[in-house]
Every structure is written in C-alpha cells, then in structure tokens.
C-alpha cells in the first residue's frame, strides 16, 4: 500500500476523478527524527490505511497543502488520532469551520518538525496559497496543485487535456493558475525558493513520482516563470 521514497518517507496512492479526468491524488507520510509521523494531504482513513500507517509509527501531525488540496479527510484523522495535531493551509480554516486547527502553516516550520522538514508558503496567486515541503532525509519536495505531473500511464483523455494545459510531462500548475498570479517577483521568489532547496525527488500533489533528478524537472517545468 505505502511504498517508500528514501529514508523514513513513503507515499500512497489513490485514485481521483476531476471533470472526468483521471489525475490521482498522494498522501506523503514522513517519520520524525522525534518519533512521530508527519502525514501531508491525507488519503481516506479506510481500516486497510490505518493498519499500515500505525505500522509506520505514531501520527502526529496531519497538514494540508492548501485550502484547496489535501484536506477532504482531516476530519477522520481527528477523529482516529485524537493527539494528533490538524495544520492548516492559508484560508482552510475559514472554509473548513467544522474543524478545530491547532497550527496554522505559514513560511517557517515549526521547530517540532523544522529539523526534518522545510516548507515554503507559496505567495502571490490569487487562488493558490499552498504550502511547499522539503523532507531533508530524502531530499524530497513535496506539492500540491502547484505541481501536476501526468504522465505517460494516465488515459489517453487525461493526457491530451495534460497537454493543453501543458501538464504533461511537465512538473507545473495548469496552464489556467499562470494567469491567476497576481505578483509575479513574489511568485517567482517563491519557486526560487523551492529550487534552492537540496533535493532530488519531487512528490506532486497529482500524476507520477519525480524519483531523482527533480530540481531539474521543476526548473523546466516553470521555466515560464523563473
Ligand atoms: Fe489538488
């Protein structure tokens, strides 16, 4: 069910529909030198999950990657993980107000997980303020909708609407989130910083894996931008 990415990080897979379109969607889980897991856009709770993500170990922390990404599930976790701690993107709060947040994500990680994990609050579009992760032991990025990547196992229709909306292939938002951007230098500075971190694997928020050579994919795909 999980499959590992390098050190104490792994990823499940589930599938997803969009507007007929089969884009997928992943769940990255990473263990914290402390102990804990740092489960990022989680996947339906089913009983099967559960068992193998307490295999990995305690989950700590549950964060979505925006208001839009990564939160359909949350109220699940709470529910099975009363410890844990819900962290929220920028504006999930006041669009999820049945739940209850104990940490707003902001550009700076917590020093709870800030030895493992970096994160860069992507600013400047309109829409689009997601949260970007770094997991340092293996030199993963991980992203939301700020990252489609459909690749060559998607059906044909998701592969040609992909490439429409020049993700295909392409580590990069839908052509429609480049018009949305409503401050370009800051925008930019935001991928700027996600390319300086040192990483080689890249996780998008939908599509196919980025195993090694992932700052180079990210470089190309927003080489519109940067
Ligand atoms: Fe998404």
Request: hydrophobic share 40%; proline share 5%; aromatic share 10%.
């Amino acid at each position: 069910m999980f499959t590992q990415r390098g050190e104490r990080c792994w990823t499940y897979e589930e599938p997803l529909r969009f507007f007929g379109l089969e884009i997928g969607r992943i769940m990255s889980v990473m263990k914290l030198s402390s102990g804990g897991l740092f489960v990022q856009s989680p996947a339906e709770l089913t009983p099967e999950l559960k068992a193998q993500l307490d295999q990995l170990g305690e989950v700590r922390f549950v964060a979505a990657t925006s208001k839009l990404h990564g939160h359909m599930y949350m109220e699940q976790y709470r529910a099975a993980y009363p410890n844990a701690e819900l962290l929220a993107a920028p504006g999930l709060a006041a669009r999820r107000t049945d739940l209850r947040f104990d940490h707003l994500l902001g550009d700076a990680p917590d020093p709870r997980w800030g030895t493992d994990i970096d994160q860069v609050a992507v600013a400047g579009h309109r829409w689009l303020t997601e949260i970007a992760f770094f997991h340092r032991p293996s030199r993963t990025v991980i992203l939301g909708d700020m990252g489609y990547h459909i690749g060559d196992s998607s059906p044909l229709k998701t592969r040609l609407i992909a490439r429409a909306f020049q993700i295909y292939k392409r580590i990069s938002p839908p052509l429609e989130v480049r018009a949305t951007i409503v401050n370009e230098e800051t925008f930019r500075r935001s991928i700027q910083d996600i390319l300086a971190w040192d990483f080689d694997r890249v996780i998008p928020g939908h599509g196919e894996i980025i195993d090694s050579d992932g700052k180079t994919a990210v470089a190309n795909g927003y080489d519109w931008l940067v």
